[in-house]
Every structure is written in structure tokens, then in C-alpha cells.
């Protein structure tokens, strides 16, 4: 009789655990992958030339290190992902990548107790170039 009163409890307190589990899982993997990309990103010397081409490979780099992660959760990441110069592409001392409100797909069902619809990571390295 007791344990069907606690059973409800600790599988509700389990499904919590892995939920947010996951999201930590995601949420880590997600800053890994951005952190990746604008490493990559300060050393590129051409951005001026090749604006376009660089950031394909930098937003494929971001992608590519998102492997791990169930589809659900980088559906339409490509077009999430930003990079800006601060102040100016032309006179640029950093470099950001970012993905902004990527939606969080629920694994159990739990997102309406505390867990966060989007997920928003960034990553800023100076920027220095080639003499």
C-alpha cells in the first residue's frame, strides 16, 4: 500500500531528474558549439572578401558540433545562428556567435514546471588581424 502512495512521487521526482538533465545535456552542448565556432571565427582574415562563404563555414562548424543532439532539438538552428563584429565588420576588435530563442523541445513533458521554452547561448573572442 505504501509503495503504490510513493511509487507517483519518485517517478514524478525521476522524470524531473532527467528532464532537467537534458536540458543541462543541451544547453552545454549548444555554448560547446558556439564557444567552437567564433574560435574559429578570429582567425578567418577575410571577412570583408568573403563575407558569405566565412559565415557558412562558421554557422556549419556550429551545427557540425551539435552532433550529439536529437534532430527535434536543432530544427532551424541555421537560421538562429548569428555572427556579429563589434563595432564594425570593417573595424573589428570582436567577434560573437550566437544562437537566440532556439526552441527547447520537452523529453518527458515537463515544460510547463520551470523549464524554459528557448535556450539563448553566445560566445565573444577579440578579434585580431594579421598584420
Known amino acids: 500500500m505504501e509503495f ?26 549548444f ?27 562558421v554557422k556549419n562548424i556550429v551545427i557540425n558540433r551539435m552532433a550529439s543532439l ?21 573595424n573589428a576588435r570582436s567577434i560573437k556567435v550566437a544562437i537566440s530563442n532556439q526552441p527547447y523541445i520537452s523529453m518527458v513533458g515537463f515544460s510547463r514546471f520551470g523549464i524554459p521554452e528557448t535556450l539563448t547561448v553566445s560566445s565573444e573572442f577579440r578579434y585580431e588581424r594579421a598584420n
Open 4 to 29: 503504490a502512495i510513493v511509487l507517483p512521487v519518485i517517478l514524478i521526482l525521476l522524470l524531473g531528474m532527467l528532464e532537467w538533465g537534458f536540458l543541462m545535456w543541451t544547453q552545454t552542448t
Open 70 to 90: 536529437p534532430a527535434a532539438q536543432k530544427e532551424d538552428i541555421a537560421g538562429r545562428i548569428t555572427i556579429v563584429f563589434a563595432p564594425s565588420l570593417a
Open 31 to 57: 555554448s560547446n558549439a558556439v564557444r567552437e565556432g567564433a574560435r574559429e571565427a578570429v582567425v578567418i582574415n577575410d571577412w570583408s572578401v568573403n563575407y558569405s562563404t566565412r559565415e557558412n563555414e
